[in-house]
C-alpha cells in the first residue's frame, strides 16, 4: 500500500473548563460519529484510496461527513501520490459544469480535478472497456492555455485571446468509490473528479473574435456510434451558457487556492453529451460542428 508520511502531532492544550450542561452538549457534537468537525481525511485512508486507484479496486471513500474544503485537500495528496505513477500535472478537468449535476451530487458549483501526463491518449486508440473499477464513457470538449494572461482574463473574448486550440476530445472518468458508499459532490472531488483517462483527437486555432466566441456556444458535439446512428447533439452552450464561462470560472477557482493555468495547459471543460458505460466492441466518433476553421473530430474503440 502506498503511505505519505503523516504529520508530526499537534501539542496538547489543556483548559480547566468547569463542566456543565451546555458543555457536555459541545462535547457530544464533537464526538459522535457522523458528526465530527470536519478534517481534511488521514494519510493513511487517502493511500488506501490511491492504492484502489492504482490497482483498479473499489474503495469506500470518505462517508457523508466530507465537506468540499476538505475534500480537495484530500484530492491534493492524493494527486500527489498517483502522479507518482502518471506522471506531471498536464491540465485540469471540470466536473458538475451544469445545474443538474450540481443539484444531483449536492455542490454549488463546478468543481475541479487535475489531469496527469499518462492519462492522455490519442485518437484511434483501442480501449479495455474494464479499464477501471466503475469505468464510463464522456464526450467532453478540452482546449489548451496559450499563455498565462489567460487567469487575468474576465470576458469569454479576453479568454480566447489566451488560448491555443479546441480539440475534440474523449474522457473515460472512473468512479472507484464502492457502490452502496456515499456518493456525493464531496467525496467525487476527494477522489480527483473521477480522472481515470481521456482521448485526444484533432483541433482547431482559437479566433480571438466575437464571432468564435458566439460560435463556441452554438457549436454542437455530435457523437456518432459505428453503424452511422447519432448518439447525441449537445450545444456549447450547455456548459454555463459558453464553454469559455466553464474555463473563466476554473481559473478564478484555482486563483483562489494560489494556483494559476500554465501556457500548455490541457482543459476539459465539460461533460458534452450523456456520460454512459462504455460498449464493449463498439467504435464512436465524436465531432465538433459549426465553430470556425475546421471540425475536429476524435475516434474511440472498445474492445469486446
Given at each position: 500500500m502506498i503511505r505519505v508520511p503523516t504529520p508530526l502531532p499537534r501539542p496538547v492544550v489543556r483548559f480547566r473548563v468547569p463542566f456543565s450542561a451546555a458543555l457536555l452538549t459541545v462535547l457530544a457534537v464533537f464526538f459522535v460519529p457522523g458528526v465530527l468537525l470536519a478534517a481534511c481525511p488521514s494519510d493513511d485512508l487517502i493511500a488506501a484510496t490511491a492504492d484502489g486507484f492504482l490497482n483498479k479496486k473499489a474503495v469506500p471513500g470518505y462517508g457523508p461527513g466530507l465537506t468540499v474544503e476538505d475534500a480537495y485537500c484530500a484530492q491534493g495528496k492524493y494527486v500527489a501520490l498517483i502522479g507518482k505513477h502518471l506522471g506531471p500535472r498536464i491540465g485540469y478537468k471540470i466536473a458538475f459544469a451544469g445545474k443538474r449535476a450540481q443539484e444531483q451530487f449536492g455542490v454549488s458549483e463546478p468543481a475541479r480535478g487535475v489531469l496527469l501526463r499518462s492519462m492522455i491518449l490519442s485518437s484511434g486508440v483501442t480501449v479495455d472497456p474494464k479499464f477501471g473499477v466503475r469505468g464510463l464513457f464522456e464526450p467532453d470538449l478540452l482546449v489548451t492555455i496559450?499563455?498565462?494572461?489567460?487567469?487575468?482574463?474576465?470576458?469569454?473574448?479576453?479568454?480566447?485571446?489566451?488560448?491555443?486550440?479546441?480539440v475534440a476530445f474523449y474522457e473515460l472518468p472512473d468512479v472507484i468509490?464502492?457502490?452502496?458508499?456515499?456518493?456525493?459532490?464531496?467525496?467525487?472531488?476527494?477522489i480527483n473528479t473521477g480522472a481515470r483517462s481521456g482521448v485526444t483527437g484533432t483541433g482547431v486555432k482559437v479566433q480571438p473574435t466575437q464571432e468564435f466566441v458566439d460560435a463556441f456556444a452554438r457549436m454542437e458535439a455530435v457523437l456518432i456510434d459505428d453503424s452511422g446512428k447519432e448518439r447525441s447533439r449537445t450545444k456549447g452552450e450547455s456548459l454555463m451558457g459558453n464553454p469559455l464561462n466553464a474555463l473563466l470560472w476554473l481559473a478564478g477557482n484555482l486563483k483562489k487556492s494560489g494556483l494559476e493555468l500554465r501556457p500548455g495547459d490541457m482543459i476539459s471543460l465539460g461533460a458534452m453529451g450523456a456520460i454512459v458505460p462504455p460498449e464493449p466492441g463498439r467504435s464512436f466518433t465524436l465531432r465538433y460542428e459549426g465553430l470556425p476553421g475546421g471540425t475536429p473530430e476524435v475516434v474511440v474503440t472498445f474492445t469486446k
Amino acid at each position: 500500500m502506498i503511505r505519505v508520511p503523516t504529520p508530526l502531532p499537534r501539542p496538547v492544550v489543556r483548559f480547566r473548563v468547569p463542566f456543565s450542561a451546555a458543555l457536555l452538549t459541545v462535547l457530544a457534537v464533537f464526538f459522535v460519529p457522523g458528526v465530527l468537525l470536519a478534517a481534511c481525511p488521514s494519510d493513511d485512508l487517502i493511500a488506501a484510496t490511491a492504492d484502489g486507484f492504482l490497482n483498479k479496486k473499489a474503495v469506500p471513500g470518505y462517508g457523508p461527513g466530507l465537506t468540499v474544503e476538505d475534500a480537495y485537500c484530500a484530492q491534493g495528496k492524493y494527486v500527489a501520490l498517483i502522479g507518482k505513477h502518471l506522471g506531471p500535472r498536464i491540465g485540469y478537468k471540470i466536473a458538475f459544469a451544469g445545474k443538474r449535476a450540481q443539484e444531483q451530487f449536492g455542490v454549488s458549483e463546478p468543481a475541479r480535478g487535475v489531469l496527469l501526463r499518462s492519462m492522455i491518449l490519442s485518437s484511434g486508440v483501442t480501449v479495455d472497456p474494464k479499464f477501471g473499477v466503475r469505468g464510463l464513457f464522456e464526450p467532453d470538449l478540452l482546449v489548451t492555455i496559450k499563455d498565462s494572461g489567460i487567469n487575468q482574463a474576465a470576458t469569454p473574448l479576453e479568454a480566447a485571446r489566451h488560448l491555443d486550440q479546441v480539440v475534440a476530445f474523449y474522457e473515460l472518468p472512473d468512479v472507484i468509490i464502492a457502490e452502496g458508499q456515499t456518493l456525493n459532490g464531496a467525496n467525487i472531488i476527494a477522489i480527483n473528479t473521477g480522472a481515470r483517462s481521456g482521448v485526444t483527437g484533432t483541433g482547431v486555432k482559437v479566433q480571438p473574435t466575437q464571432e468564435f466566441v458566439d460560435a463556441f456556444a452554438r457549436m454542437e458535439a455530435v457523437l456518432i456510434d459505428d453503424s452511422g446512428k447519432e448518439r447525441s447533439r449537445t450545444k456549447g452552450e450547455s456548459l454555463m451558457g459558453n464553454p469559455l464561462n466553464a474555463l473563466l470560472w476554473l481559473a478564478g477557482n484555482l486563483k483562489k487556492s494560489g494556483l494559476e493555468l500554465r501556457p500548455g495547459d490541457m482543459i476539459s471543460l465539460g461533460a458534452m453529451g450523456a456520460i454512459v458505460p462504455p460498449e464493449p466492441g463498439r467504435s464512436f466518433t465524436l465531432r465538433y460542428e459549426g465553430l470556425p476553421g475546421g471540425t475536429p473530430e476524435v475516434v474511440v474503440t472498445f474492445t469486446k
